[in-house]
């Protein structure tokens, strides 16, 4: 049984920075793509980073791109994402996700997801 548990939310001001972490249990992390996702109320969720099996290989959605950094690591089973510079408009409840199948950076390509990690930016 696939279980991910994400931490490190919280509410911070504009221009400031946050780690969010991703726990994963129940298979085998390493083979896995690995994915962060956001949802703001009254939107739809988006993919915000994701990372490959290997951990070479990152895709940022344009409006994270130089700000955030998705990586993993494999020894302790957790992914990460680093937001720096924070803005207002990244408030939003993120996910991590895992994909056995593909590394598509598409929200129903995901079958595994975590419970979500609110994050507030204030102006």
């Known amino acids: 049984q696939v279980r991910l548990v994400e931490t490190g939310g919280g509410s ?5 920075s946050l780690r969010l972490s ?3 249990s129940g298979y085998t992390f390493r ?12 939107k739809e969720r988006e993919d915000v980073a994701t990372i490959d099996s290997s951990g070479r290989s990152t895709r940022y959605a344009d409006s994270v791109k130089g700000r955030f950094t ?7 089973n957790t992914l990460y994402l680093q937001m720096n510079s924070l803005k207002p408009e ?12 593909n590394c598509v950076a598409k929200v129903s390509d ?4 975590g419970q979500g990690a609110q994050v507030t930016v204030s102006s």
């Open 12 to 16: 911070v001001q504009s221009g400031g």
């Open 22 to 24: 991703c726990a994963h």
């Open 31 to 42: 083979s896995y793509c690995m994915g962060w996702f956001r949802q703001a109320l009254g």
């Open 70 to 76: 998705i990586s993993k690591d494999n020894a302790k």
């Open 90 to 101: 990244d408030t939003a409840m993120y996910y991590c996700a895992a994909n056995p199948y």
């Open 110 to 113: 995901f079958p595994y997801w």
